[in-house]
């Protein structure tokens, strides 16, 4: 059996054919470059989304860093671009307040000598 592993930039791919590789997995694959390499028409797909956004997900979507997100947001204006934006400004003001909670419950643990 084959096993076909691809990801957005052919990086995570590479390295999870190592890890099946190592756990005795064989006819291992990954896309060289990833889905940002591959043109349309190279795989079959289902579903009408592009596969430039295939392997799109987690915190880089979330705050629109991917190559894909920005040239979409080039083309959709600055309302696109303020949304993204918010989402940056509200991960930075999250991270701020649980270090600033940390440090401030490790002070109380010293405090009471815990």
Not at 3 to 13: E, L
Not at 50 to 78: N, Y
Request: hydrophobic residues 40%; contains cysteine.
């Amino acid at each position: 059996m084959d096993i076909i592993v691809a990801c957005q930039k052919g990086i995570r791919s590479l390295a999870a054919c190592e890890q099946l590789y190592n756990t005795g997995y064989r006819n291992l694959y990954w896309v060289q470059g990833g889905f940002d390499a591959a043109e349309e028409g190279d795989f079959e797909r289902e579903g009408p989304q592009p596969l430039k956004f295939a392997g799109i997900g987690g915190f880089s979507e979330f705050i629109g860093w991917t190559d894909q997100q920005r040239s979409a947001s080039a083309k959709k204006g600055w309302g696109y671009r303020a949304m993204y934006f918010g989402r940056l400004v509200g991960v930075i003001l999250l991270a701020d307040a649980l270090f600033i909670g940390a440090q401030q419950l490790i002070h109380k643990m010293q405090e009471i000598d815990f």
